[in-house]
Nanobody
Framework: QVQLVESGGGSVQAGGSLRLSCAAS?????MAWFRQAPGKERGGVAS???????RYVDSVKGRFTISQDAAKNTLYLQMNSLKVEEPAMYYC???????????????????WGQGTQVTVSS
């Protein structure tokens, strides 16, 4: 079992920045951030494995950075240049089972946090 607790969400103007944190009982082999807007499916944002390899959805490349601090068992998502279409509930996820590639699909993750809300105003 892995417990995940997100924090750092809030309200920001378009073009602004936020840093999300996910405190984990332990970091898993794969860690990721997902987001879900009302009426939409949960979609992958970024993932990272324990050797530091990362993967991003195309829409956030160059603006978001995923990272982790093993000493603190914490996952981060630095979000810059936020867009008005990006408000959502942001979720942290963890998976320990081996995958062929760094996963960014919600079905590939077992453990989930409760989410933190991000609001972007124009």
């Amino acid at each position: 079992q892995v417990q995940l607790v997100e924090s750092g969400g809030g309200s920001v103007q378009a073009g602004g920045s936020l840093r999300l944190s996910c405190a984990a009982s332990r970091l898993s082999y794969y860690m990721a951030w997902f987001r879900q807007a009302p009426g939409k499916e949960r979609g992958g944002v970024a993932s990272i494995n324990n050797d530091g390899s990362t993967r991003y959805v195309d829409s956030v490349k160059g603006r978001f950075t995923i990272s982790q601090d093993a000493a603190k068992n914490t996952l981060y998502l630095q979000m810059n240049s936020l867009k008005v279409e990006e408000p959502a509930m942001y979720y942290c996820a963890a998976e320990g089972a081996w995958r062929w590639r760094l996963p960014l699909d919600s079905v590939e993750y077992t453990y989930w946090g409760q989410g933190t809300q991000v609001t972007v105003s124009s």
